[in-house]
């Protein structure tokens, strides 16, 4: 669904890439986590992958269009993805509910479907009455509730969030966990950026660790736990590691993370 192929983003004034030859392939129907450190490139990385931003090199194809390719292509490839970023874009001077039909205007949702999705999403995340506001008066967790909403009223078929956890309540943050599994549950693709690690772990089918633009780990937890283990050259470490074969997505982020900063 989403492949990724050797992109790179270098911004000026910087000799150091933001993002460094970054290769993903995430298929159909799986929950793939993106986790590094602040700076680590993740955000670059999302922003080319939803066309916000242009790689320098390389390429992004979403459902087989690519994303940086002619106009035809940006667009068909557009029209498959939620986005989800991590600032509340929502136009301030709108209302809830005129920001959520301009989205599905954009995204031609019809009448229908979008008085079908309006309610049933705003009720979950508890912003319904609120919807003949203005989004200017809104908190930051209910401006992060309404762009989440607007993301899913054309049901996508890549629903891309970045730090989509930050700003809500727990039942709302609960919510958002179980809409993400139902939707790879029923053939789409999620992926999401996040630094809650534990949620991460229990949430996703695989995870990619990225660290200063360069993808270091990627698989399920316990392929990214094997690999950790079998990289070690000495072996007497290797035995010891080997007795946390249970060891934590924390766990495991921490000690690569220190090690690729150790070898730059």
């Known amino acids: ?22 290769s993903m392939n995430i298929r159909a129907g799986e929950l793939y986590g993106f986790i590094g450190p602040n700076g680590a490139g993740k955000t670059t990385t999302i922003k080319m992958m939803t066309g916000i931003l242009s790689p320098d090199s390389g390429d992004v194809l979403i459902g087989g269009q690519k994303i ?68 200017r008066s809104y908190s930051r967790g209910m401006k992060q509730k309404l762009t989440i909403t607007g993301a899913l009223l054309h049901n996508p078929k890549l629903f891309i969030l970045d730090e989509p956890m930050v700003g809500l309540d727990p039942h709302s943050a609960h919510q958002l966990k179980l809409i993400m599994r139902e939707r790879v549950n029923s053939g789409g693709t999620v992926f999401f950026s996040t630094h809650v690690l534990d949620v991460a772990e229990r949430l996703c089918d695989r995870i990619g660790i990225i660290n200063q633009g360069k993808l270091i ?45 150790e070898a730059e």
Do not use: C, H, W
């Not at 192929?5 to 970054?22: E, F, G, H, Q, R």
């Not at 205007?105 to 999403?121: C, F, G, L, Q």
């Not at 399920?220 to 990289?231: F, G, H, M, S, V």
């Open 68 to 135: 940086n390719g002619t106009q035809a292509e940006q667009i068909a490839a557009k029209r498959l993805i939620g986005y989800v970023p991590d600032a509340q874009d929502a136009y301030d001077r709108l209302t809830g509910l005129e920001y959520l039909n301009f989205m599905a205007d954009m995204y031609r949702v019809s009448e229908d479907d979008r008085t079908r999705a309006i309610p049933k999403y705003t009720e979950l995340f508890g912003i319904a009455d609120a919807l003949r506001d203005p989004v």
């Open 217 to 261: 780990a990627e698989g399920t937890l316990e392929e990214i736990n094997d690999a950790r283990l079998n990289a070690s050259l000495d072996k007497s470490i290797k035995a010891e590691k080997r007795t946390l074969s249970g060891a934590t997505l924390e766990q495991i982020f921490l000690e690569l993370t220190e090690q690729n900063e």
């Open 1 to 22: 669904m989403l492949v990724i192929k050797n992109i790179a983003k270098t911004y000026a004034k910087s000799n150091k890439p933001a993002v460094d030859s970054l």
